[in-house]
T-cell receptor, first 117, second 118 residues
Framework: AQKVTQAQTEISVVEKEDVTLDCVYETRDTTYYLFWYKQPPSGELVFLIRRNSFDEQNEISGRYSWNFQKSTSSFNFTITASQVVDSAVYFC??????????????FGEGTQLTVNP | EAGVTQSPTHLIKTRGQQVTLRCSPISGHTSVYWYQQALGLGLQFLLWYDEGEERNRGNFPPRFSGRQFPNYSSELNVNALELEDSALYLC?????????????????FGDGTRLSIL
């Protein structure tokens, strides 16, 4: 069975601080995909990134960066110089590369990030 | 490009009633997924439809069902509503995978339907 754990339920920071959201996953598969989604108060889940299990290169997109380490089964997300608009719930998710399950996502519990002015 | 659209936005029902939620995927997407986001339970996978067929379902009772139409839009039906069915129901769509194996294309979500059971 697969599982995603986001141990940080809530994080509160002041604007311009850097913040890292932790994600630890469990799977028996060697091929899998990891995702991060953002859920603002409006409710829609916004796709941020997808990584496959064979690509451990870190990725940077503007103020966002992701650190994928298979050795520790972690896929952490860092926001640099946080802004108030970053306030949202962030979900880490996992999907296994199986025909029978498609892109079915297993989500972590989510981390509520609040960025205060 | 229009995103995933869901209707209705909000719905209030009473126990024992039946409800139908609707979802239109992004143009070109053939896969539709349904998720339930209930308070305290997180986001849980409900159903996956692709090319008009139900391909996989999560750990939900049979009173949760649905279908996908030839235009790839989808309906989620919930019968005999119970109080614990109160939740945000999210629909997502994605491109189908490549030949041989699904390549886990990113799912794009709608705004959801908030269902309240009284």
């Amino acid at each position: 069975a697969q599982k995603v754990t986001q141990a940080q339920t809530e994080i509160s920071v002041v604007e311009k601080e850097d913040v890292t959201l932790d994600c630890v996953y469990e799977t028996r598969d060697t091929t899998y995909y990891l995702f991060w989604y953002k859920q603002p108060p409006s409710g829609e889940l916004v796709f941020l990134i997808r990584r496959n299990s064979f690509d451990e290169q870190n990725e940077i997109s503007g103020r966002y960066s992701w650190n994928f380490q298979k050795s520790t089964s972690s896929f952490n997300f860092t926001i640099t110089a946080s802004q108030v608009v970053d306030s949202a719930v962030y979900f880490c998710a996992l999907s296994e590369a199986r025909r029978t399950s498609g892109s079915r996502l297993t989500f972590g519990e989510g981390t509520q990030l609040t960025v205060n002015p | 490009e229009a995103g995933v659209t869901q209707s209705p936005t909000h719905l209030i029902k009473t126990r024992g009633q039946q409800v139908t939620l609707r979802c239109s995927p992004i143009s070109g997407h053939t896969s539709v997924y349904w998720y339930q986001q209930a308070l305290g339970l997180g986001l849980q996978f409900l159903l996956w439809y692709d090319e008009g067929e139900e391909r996989n379902r999560g750990n939900f009772p049979p009173r949760f069902s649905g279908r996908q139409f030839p235009n790839y839009s989808s309906e989620l039906n919930v019968n005999a509503l119970e109080l614990e069915d109160s939740a945000l129901y999210l629909c997502a769509s994605s491109l189908a995978g490549g030949v041989g194996i699904y390549s886990n294309q990113p799912q794009h979500f709608g705004d959801g339907t908030r269902l309240s059971i009284l």
